[in-house]
């Protein structure tokens, strides 16, 4: 698990190098440049953030996971659009409405993908264990959409 961080100006980010790369979000030639980094939108509930690729996810799906999501939690916040940047010697994702959600800078954050998606949840305090089954819910709802 990694750790939410300052990232300046641009507020919260979360290291996803592992999991950007594993939902598809990553495209990288032959020596391991970026020859796309997905443009996504980040969605806010208690305890749990939705990374969301602009360019595989159908409009459609999006509202099934976002509707999903504020039915469980039963809160939603702000969205914000977001790009995965290169950060050190991987990936990073901005999360701008990270603090809506209950974050704060130095905490654990979980990250579960799928393609096109990336689901953060809070790794620490009350919501943690709520936010985690979500997290699964969510990647298998999302496998469902594209099968």
Do not use: W
Request: charged share 30%.
């Amino acid at each position: 698990m990694n750790r939410i961080k300052s990232s300046g100006v641009d507020g919260c980010a979360l290291q996803v190098t592992k999991e950007a790369r594993t939902a598809g979000m990553i495209e990288e030639d032959s020596e391991g440049r970026a020859k796309r980094r997905a443009d996504v939108r980040v969605f806010a509930f208690d305890g749990v953030l939705i990374v969301v690729d602009l360019d595989n996810v159908r409009d459609e799906e999006i509202t099934e996971l976002v509707a999903s999501t504020a039915r469980d939690t039963k809160t939603i916040y702000r969205a914000g659009d977001s790009k995965i940047q290169i950060a050190g010697n991987g990936y990073q994702v901005q999360i701008p409405p990270a603090e809506d959600a209950g974050f704060e800078i130095g905490d654990r954050a979980g990250c579960h993908p799928a393609p096109g998606l990336l689901v953060i949840t809070i790794a620490n305090g009350p919501r943690a264990r709520d936010a985690s089954r979500l997290a699964a819910d969510l990647v298998e709802h999302r496998r469902a959409q594209i099968e």
